[in-house]
């Protein structure tokens, strides 16, 4: 089988669907027709390819879903949950992700916004360290619906 020819041709094909889409708005700014120029706008907006999630934090996010249920006390009750980038552990040794969620303590009632340092294991493996001293080293927060309990 030749390899380098299908090397090749996905390269080809990698390359016709990174065109900017700048070039086709361009393009429909020349169309005198408005409804015309519409249709042309509308696909080349269609045509913008939407941003994939950063694979290092979609990684994090099912090994931290998958163990939630040992790291929180009623990993049911938790809301208003939000995750930051992954980050170097302290202990120099995997990856670590500041985890910033609301739940409910074993008394019952709930304790507040506070943040976690999570230290991913493995695929489906994370264990919560402790709670964040140090803020500044979570990076940009964001929103983490999945993680939300039944309410």
């Excluded at 964040?132 to 999945?146: D, R």
């Amino acid at each position: 089988m030749d390899y380098n020819g299908t090397f090749a041709r996905i390269a080809m094909w990698s390359m016709l669907l990174l065109i900017p889409t700048a070039a086709l708005a361009d393009d429909c700014k020349s169309i005198a027709d408005a409804t015309a120029r519409m249709a042309c706008f509308d696909k080349a907006s269609k045509a913008v390819k939407k941003p994939v999630g950063d694979p290092a934090t979609d990684a994090a996010k099912h090994a931290i879903i998958s163990s939630k249920s040992r790291m929180f006390t009623d990993a049911d009750s938790l809301k208003d949950v939000a995750i930051g980038p992954p980050f170097p552990c302290a202990s120099g040794v995997g990856s670590c992700v500041c985890v910033e969620a609301n739940g409910k303590t074993p008394a019952g009632g709930y304790a507040g916004l506070h943040v976690f340092v999570v230290k991913i294991k493995g695929p489906t493996e994370a264990e919560m360290i402790g709670e964040m001293f140090k803020p500044e080293t979570c990076g940009k927060m964001v929103s983490f619906p999945q993680m939300n309990g039944k309410r």
